[in-house]
């Protein structure tokens, strides 16, 4: 499996956008790029995943580089309980498994 | 519908000892897989299991086995339990467990202390 690199923390205000960065030059043209989130004291959570193009849901957006080998995930406004390890997390497209293979992820803490 | 649980949710254990522990998935999921979470190691994966059968498995020493019910609950099993065991240990379960865009949702963990 193609590996992922984040940066091992990042700081934001509540209600400001959040940028989380993940490299992944090694991409392969059938990967999904996927995000989860661990709350402290919980499993973790799925927020989103894309292929090529950006991608909206309720919790973010991912929007994804032209040559895939980088992505962004966008909290539109950060809230305290947005605090949480954020993974990326690449996932074959005939994958047949529920296999996630974590990095270490970005810590990102909120402040009010 | 209810979430991943996951039995007992703490757990102390002595050197030696074995340790099975549940997890029983949202219901209609087919796929469980296991997950080990320390501070120096992150998230690893430990094995998963489709249908009552094993289809996939981390690098893991034997020790470490698991198996699913025909209700698709799990459970997976420590034997001769090392300090090195202690951990949270997370249970992950989605509808098919392949392709790409099957969500996992994952249960709260196991918290194992081993002394």
């Known amino acids: 499996d193609a590996k992922t690199t984040q940066p091992n923390s990042m700081e934001s205000n509540e209600e400001e956008p959040v940028h989380l960065p993940c490299n992944h030059s090694?991409?392969?043209?059938?990967?999904?790029i996927h995000w989860y989130r661990q709350l402290p004291s919980q499993g973790p959570e799925y927020v989103i995943h894309?292929?090529?193009s950006n991608v909206n849901n309720r919790m973010a957006s991912l929007a994804i580089a032209e040559d895939r080998k980088s992505s962004t995930l966008i909290l539109h406004r950060a809230t305290l309980r947005d605090a949480a390890v954020y993974y990326c997390?690449?996932?074959?497209?005939?994958?047949?498994?529920?296999?996630?293979?974590f990095g270490q992820g970005t810590t990102l803490q909120v402040k009010p | 519908k209810a979430g991943v649980t996951q039995t007992p949710r703490y757990l102390i254990k002595t050197r030696g000892q074995q340790v099975t522990l549940s997890c029983s998935p949202i219901?209609?999921?087919?796929?469980v897989s296991w997950y080990q979470q320390t501070p120096g190691q992150g998230l690893q994966f430990l094995f998963e299991?489709?249908?009552?059968?094993?289809?996939n498995k981390g690098n893991f020493p034997g020790r470490f086995s698991g198996r699913q019910f025909s209700n698709s609950r799990s459970e997976m099993n420590v034997s001769t339990l090392e300090l090195g065991d202690s951990a949270l240990y997370l249970c992950?379960?989605?509808?098919?467990?392949?392709?790409?865009?099957?969500?996992?949702?994952f249960g709260p963990g196991t918290r194992l202390t081993v002394l």
């Open positions: 219901s209609g999921h087919r796929s």
């Open positions: 992950a379960s989605s509808l098919a467990g392949g392709y790409s865009y099957n969500e996992q949702f």
């Open positions: 090694t991409i392969s043209g059938t990967d999904y």
């Open positions: 894309g292929l090529t």
């Open positions: 997390i690449l996932r074959g497209y005939s994958s047949n498994t529920g296999k996630l293979i």
């Open positions: 299991y489709f249908s009552e059968t094993q289809r």
